[in-house]
């Protein structure tokens, strides 16, 4: 093969990865699931974010163009290491991070991406420019320059991964009545991958390769739609996660008194969960019984384990009841509509709620 055609196909595995990058980026702008639009207030702030961050794969057009220049080369081969570690930290930030946790984050994701513009800059407006802007000596220099603000990049993105470690320690059943209120499952997936696709990020770079560009180029293709497929059923809560340090029980005191309290704490639990129906609410969680009830935290968490087997169990046993009742008295609703009407966020929810309740008493539920 002559070496046009290699620079071909070169240039032909840069397309495929920026037409992944354009279908990426309508899908998420124009996908929005029916619970995000009944619940506007628990979409991910990250759905825009992410349509921007994939539309700057733009940039790689004059590589595309023209594979064989010697600008777009750098610009193509400096992309990636520069970017992708900023990309995956600010995505972490504010996808896994509820509203106060990403503001908390911003101003530190802020400087990260001027950091960014500021390596990338000079290598866009070299490709772009006819001409070119700079030098031999010049470019060698930001080859340098590059290398330093991706190493900066990967503290960045160790940082957002160590956070999102924090919040999935936090996001536990024992927290949320309903585990998709946090995709704790697809935070444990993915929160590994900048380690895991840093092996593909830096061989073209090192070794000066427009080989292993379009290897990489085509593999990260791949990486997008897989990405796609498992980020759009995801959708956001609203509440805060609470990062604050909890009140330990007293262990002193008499028995009669710790009984007492626990019966106290138990009363008020059932009021607002089941007398009130706070179990309706499809997003309720640890912290909002709380609020309900004149005892902290630690109180209330302890009682649940004691008189209830758990915040998670107690809810969705009220919220199975329910849907039984519910199917009984309208019986033309559908699964769907009737599991969302006793506080699940889908029929899935529901099923998965069922199954765990069966698996537990090691029994076999027939399907409703």
């Known amino acids: 093969m002559t070496q046009m055609g290699n620079y071909y196909w070169f240039g032909l595995a840069a397309m495929i990865y920026l037409v992944t990058c354009w279908v990426f980026s309508l899908v998420r702008w124009f996908h929005t699931c029916q619970e995000s639009e009944e619940h506007s207030a628990y979409i ?122 924090q919040w999935m320690k936090l996001a536990r059943d024992t927290n949320y009545s309903n585990p998709d209120d946090f995709p704790f499952d697809y935070a444990r997936r993915m929160w590994l991958a900048p380690v895991l696709f840093t092996p593909l990020l830096w061989p073209a770079f090192i070794f000066d390769s427009p080989r292993m560009m379009a290897v990489m180029n085509v593999l990260l293709a791949v990486g997008n739609m897989m990405v796609l497929l498992t980020v759009m059923p995801v959708w956001r809560r609203a509440a805060i996660l609470s990062t604050e340090v909890e009140e330990q029980p007293e262990t002193e005191g008499a028995d009669e008194l710790a009984a007492e309290r626990t019966d106290r704490i138990a009363a008020e639990i059932e009021h607002f969960v089941k007398t009130q129906q706070g179990f309706l609410d499809p997003h309720l969680k640890l912290e909002h019984v709380v609020d309900h009830c004149s005892y902290s935290r630690s109180y209330v968490s302890k009682v649940f384990q004691e008189r209830f087997n758990g915040f998670s169990d107690y809810v969705n046993g009220l919220r199975l009841e329910y849907y039984r009742d519910y199917l009984k008295r309208y019986p033309h609703v559908t699964k769907d509509a009737a599991a969302q009407a006793s506080g699940f966020t889908s029929y899935r929810a529901y099923h998965r709620a069922r199954e765990r309740f069966a698996k537990r008493e090691k029994g076999k539920v027939s399907p409703v």
């Open 44 to 165: 991910w702030p990250d759905r825009k974010l992410q349509v921007y961050i994939y539309l700057f794969g733009n940039l790689l057009i004059p590589y595309i163009l023209n594979p064989a220049n010697e600008a777009a080369w750098l610009l193509q081969k400096s992309y990636f290491p520069c970017t992708y570690y900023f990309y995956c930290g600010v995505l972490f930030f504010c996808f896994f991070g509820s509203v106060k946790q990403w503001n908390r984050w911003k101003t530190v994701s802020w400087i990260a991406g001027l950091i960014t513009a500021v390596g990338m800059a000079p290598l866009v407006i070299h490709a772009w420019l006819p001409g070119g802007l700079l030098t031999e000596n010049g470019a060698r220099l930001w080859m340098k320059v590059v290398v330093v603000i991706s190493i900066a990049m990967m503290v960045y993105c160790g940082l957002a991964m160590w956070q999102v470690w």
